[in-house]
């Protein structure tokens, strides 16, 4: 195994090298913000379901873990433009990371296209200089379509991701238009 992955390094072109490795970071990446987010979005939504139920019981306010509990007590009255003000600044926090996921997942496919065509390009090269016999052939193309699976890869994670953190996201929205739409009612 570890024979292989020399092996590999030493044959490959160092674009090839250099895609994997930009890659990698961005796999080491997309993986970190979407456990973080993943976690912190959770745990939003949870208080946030609480304090909807709780007014839907029949609480007056919300609770001291809602978002929009800042905004209601920095207000001598209930107004909808301070619930519009909150909402808009929850869907700002809520949908943090879901560009970089977003921009991960269209890009990497194309970086991992980007290292193929090099390394091809590169086999094709060595092809001209030597005999050019299959195994040549059907060893720089092996190669070289390493970089194109791994962009797929990474794509695959990135824009999987990106889909569940927009629905915790918009779950979470949803929550604190709810309390909105809850605490405007007891208003009126």
């Given at each position: 195994?570890?024979?292989?992955i020399?092996d590999?390094?030493?044959?490959s ?22 456990f ?21 019981l ?10 929009l509990?800042n ?27 879901l560009?970089?996921l977003?921009?991960f997942a269209?890009t ?10 090099v390394?091809i390009?590169?086999t ?9 016999s ?5 060893t720089?193309?092996s190669?070289a379509?390493?970089?194109t ?25 949803s ?14």
């Open positions: 195994m570890i024979n292989n020399i590999f390094y030493l044959k072109h160092p674009v090839t090298i250099g895609v994997l490795a930009l890659l990698a970071v961005y796999f080491i990446v997309l993986n970190w913000v979407f973080y987010r993943y976690f912190s979005l959770n745990t939003w939504l949870k208080n946030e379901s609480a304090s909807l139920e709780a007014l839907l029949g609480a007056t306010r919300v609770n001291e873990n809602s978002f509990n905004f209601v007590k920095s207000s001598n009255f209930i107004s909808k433009e301070v619930l519009q003000l909150g909402q808009l600044a929850s869907t700002k926090e809520a949908t943090k990371g560009s970089i977003s921009i269209s990497t496919p194309f970086i991992g296209l980007f290292g193929t065509v390394s390009l590169d094709f090269t060595h092809i001209g200089q030597t005999t050019g299959m195994s040549v052939i059907s720089g193309v190669d379509l390493i970089a699976a791994a962009g797929i890869f990474v794509a695959i994670f990135s824009y999987t991701y990106h889909q569940i953190l927009k629905r915790l996201s918009y779950d979470v929205i929550h604190i238009q709810m309390q909105s739409d809850a605490l405007l009612a007891r208003k009126a």
